[in-house]
C-alpha cells in the first residue's frame, strides 16, 4: 500500500525538502502541498491524503484552524494530521492533539523520524516528540485540578487496559508498551484498540490528552 502524503507550511523550501525526502521512500508518494491553512483544507477535500503535515504558523489560516476544519469536515476516513513544529514549547501542541492531530513532528528531526511519523500515523499510533509528551505531562502535572468524579467510561476499564493508557500517556510505542508491561505486542495493540472504543476516542494522541485532563498521569 502507498500512504499518500499533502504537505503543508509557508516556506517553499521546507515544502520541498520535505517532498524530496519522502518521496525517496518506495511506500509513500507526496501528492501535493500547500502554502496557508486555507489552501490545505481545499487540497485535502481535492486530493484525500492519508497524511497532512501541517506547519503549526502560517499566514491566512493557521495550522490549527486548518486541521480542526479539516478534521471536522466529514471527510471519511479524515486523514491523519502531523503537526510540524520549530519548538517543542509550541502553546498549540495540547489544542492540537484535543481536536484529534495524530502527533507533532520538530522541523528538525532526522529523515528516518519523518518517514517513521508517517508510517506510524496510518497505524493509528500517535507521533509526539519526546521533548513535546515530557512538557504536556509537566503541564499537566502542575495544572490544579478541582476534585471530580471519575468518569465512567475510564471505570470501565480493566487494570491492564488503565496501565496501557497510562504507558501510551508517556508517548512510548507498542513494542515498548509490551517491554514495560511483560506481554506481547499483539497484546498490546489488542488494549489499545479496547482502550479507543471503551473511551470513545480517535487515535492514541486523544488517550494522551484524555490521560492528562482526566488524572491518570
Given at each position: 500500500?502507498?500512504?499518500?502524503?499533502?504537505?503543508?507550511?509557508?516556506?517553499?523550501?521546507?515544502?520541498?525538502?520535505?517532498?524530496?525526502?519522502?518521496?525517496?521512500?518506495?511506500?509513500?508518494?507526496?501528492?501535493?502541498?500547500?502554502?496557508?491553512?486555507?489552501?490545505?483544507?481545499?487540497?485535502?477535500?481535492?486530493?484525500?491524503?492519508?497524511?497532512?503535515?501541517?506547519?503549526?504558523?502560517?499566514?491566512?489560516?493557521?495550522?490549527?484552524?486548518?486541521?480542526?476544519?479539516i478534521l471536522d469536515g466529514g471527510n471519511d476516513?479524515?486523514?491523519?494530521?502531523?503537526?510540524?513544529?520549530?519548538?517543542?514549547?509550541?502553546?498549540?501542541?495540547?489544542?492540537?492533539?484535543?481536536?484529534?492531530?495524530?502527533?507533532?513532528?520538530?522541523?528538525?528531526?532526522?529523515?528516518?523520524?519523518?518517514?517513521?511519523?508517517?508510517?506510524?500515523?496510518?497505524?493509528?499510533?500517535?507521533l509526539l516528540a519526546p521533548t513535546v509528551t515530557?512538557?504536556?505531562?509537566?503541564?499537566?502535572?502542575?495544572?490544579?485540578?478541582?476534585?471530580?468524579?471519575?468518569?465512567?467510561?475510564?471505570?470501565?476499564?480493566?487494570?491492564?487496559?488503565?496501565?496501557?493508557?497510562?504507558?501510551?500517556?508517556?508517548?512510548?510505542?507498542?513494542?515498548?508498551?509490551?517491554?514495560?508491561?511483560?506481554?506481547?505486542?499483539?497484546?498490546?495493540?489488542?488494549?489499545?484498540?479496547?482502550?479507543?472504543?471503551?473511551?470513545?476516542?480517535?487515535?492514541?494522541?486523544?488517550?494522551?490528552?484524555?490521560?492528562?485532563?482526566?488524572?491518570?498521569?
Open positions: 500500500m502507498t500512504i499518500s502524503v499533502l504537505i503543508v507550511d509557508d516556506q517553499a523550501m521546507v515544502r520541498q525538502g520535505f517532498a524530496a525526502l519522502l518521496g525517496s521512500q518506495p511506500d509513500i508518494a507526496v501528492i501535493g502541498d500547500a502554502a496557508d491553512g486555507a489552501e490545505a483544507v481545499a487540497k485535502v477535500d481535492a486530493l484525500r491524503p492519508d497524511v497532512v503535515f501541517m506547519d503549526v504558523r502560517m499566514p491566512e489560516m493557521d495550522g490549527l484552524e486548518a486541521a480542526r476544519r476516513p479524515a486523514p491523519r494530521i502531523i503537526m510540524l513544529t520549530t519548538f517543542d514549547l509550541d502553546d498549540y501542541v495540547y489544542e492540537a492533539l484535543r481536536i484529534g492531530c495524530s502527533g507533532f513532528l520538530l522541523k528538525d528531526a532526522p529523515a528516518e523520524e519523518l518517514f517513521r511519523a508517517v508510517r506510524l500515523a496510518v497505524t493509528g499510533e500517535a515530557r512538557r504536556l505531562i509537566e503541564d499537566a502535572v502542575a495544572r490544579v485540578r478541582r476534585p471530580r468524579r471519575e468518569p465512567a467510561e475510564l471505570a470501565s476499564l480493566t487494570p491492564r487496559e488503565r496501565e496501557t493508557v497510562e504507558q501510551v500517556a508517556t508517548g512510548r510505542s507498542n513494542a515498548e508498551i509490551a517491554e514495560v508491561l511483560f506481554i506481547s505486542e499483539e497484546t498490546v495493540k489488542t488494549h489499545v484498540r479496547r482502550v479507543l472504543q471503551k473511551l470513545r476516542l480517535r487515535d492514541r494522541a486523544q488517550v494522551v490528552v484524555y490521560a492528562f485532563e482526566n488524572g491518570v498521569v
